[in-house]
């Protein structure tokens, strides 16, 4: 990936009525290989499970599948399903290039399918997110990242990764009105040095996330929005979907009734997984769908 992405851009498609998965597949993969450097701008290219089963099945993780229903925890509260067919991640040292490049990529691919969500993304402060706090402070080393966030060599979809994109709306006025160290109890850690707390709730966000007993995720979460709507992209990476799958499910207190106290201060509005093949599997099931019959 480029040294400098501060621009990022998510499309998320729905195939039209009349065409199929494996045809969105070739379609994408003719766009240029995914997670290649495209004149600056990098590709991320991932699928709906279920429609790259449908395109390449020695390819596909047996376990993996759609965001198919919302997930309602707690109080009523809900994680929305708006899963959609495939999603385009592009990502540049500037809005402009990643503009024309997503621009000339959704030209090619009108006639399969249509932008279902489209969201644009910047850092804020290198690596805080909206609330002011460090985001990503139990990420691994990129050289531990392979590991964690990319299926096995020899298991089906290997070295491909499970992503798990959700758009989270952030209630700044209700944020702003607590004190820090408020906020450092609904976080888990503090807000300048991003340190655990010794003495964090049950219900802190740290808490209800821990990746020592729901497993390790690689997440690349990017602010989005104005300064009157915004808040956080959620995009996490893992080898294993049901470790993202427990994580919600313990942020929405389906575990023990305790629900992550920084919900309370933002809603999801989006939720999707989608399989981000590797190259060399796209190469496969495009080769094998353009052989002679």
């Known amino acids: ?27 994408i993969a003719s766009l240029r290989e995914p ?4 004149g600056g701008v990098n590709l991320v290219a991932g699928f709906r499970p279920e429609r790259w089963r449908e395109a390449a ?9 759609g965001f198919g229903h919302d997930l309602v925890g707690v109080e009523g509260f809900t994680m929305p399903a708006t899963q959609h067919d495939a999603v385009l991640w592009l990502s540049g040292g500037s809005y402009d290039v990643v503009f024309d490049t997503a621009h000339a990529a959704l030209a ?41 966030a990319l299926i096995a060599e ?24 607590l004190g820090v160290p408020q906020q450092e109890q609904a976080m888990g850690r503090t807000k300048s040095e991003s340190v655990e707390l010794d003495d964090k709730a049950p219900s802190s966000h740290v808490a209800r996330t821990d990746q020592d ?18 808040g956080t992209m ?8 049901r470790r993202l799958t427990a994580m919600l499910e313990s942020m929405a207190g389906l575990t023990d009734g305790v629900r992550d106290a920084l919900t309370m201060y933002t809603q999801p509005l989006t939720g999707a997984y989608y399989f981000v093949p590797s190259t060399e599997a796209i190469s496969r099931c495009t080769e094998s769908q353009n052989a002679p019959i």
């Open 35 to 38: 997670r290649t450097t495209i």
């Open 234 to 241: 959620f995009v996490g990476f893992s080898a294993e979907q």
């Open 108 to 148: 090619e691919l009108d006639a399969l399918a249509a932008v279902a969500e489209e969201t644009a993304c910047w850092p804020y402060h290198h690596d805080r997110d909206l609330t002011g706090f460090v985001d990503g402070s139990e990420n691994p080393s990129l050289i531990e990242a392979a590991q964690i």
């Open 154 to 177: 020899g298991s089906p979809g290997e070295a491909g990764t499970i992503l798990l994109l959700q758009r989270w709306r952030h209630d700044a006025v209700a944020w702003g009105s």
């Open 1 to 27: 990936m480029p040294s400098e992405t501060t621009s990022h851009a998510f499309l998320e498609l729905d195939l039209r009525a009349d065409r199929k998965g494996p045809e969105l597949v070739r379609a």
């Open 57 to 65: 099945p020695e390819d596909a993780p047996a376990d993996a599948e």
């Open 213 to 230: 007993r729901f497993g390790k995720v690689f997440r690349r979460n990017m602010p989005y929005g104005t300064v009157t709507d915004h």
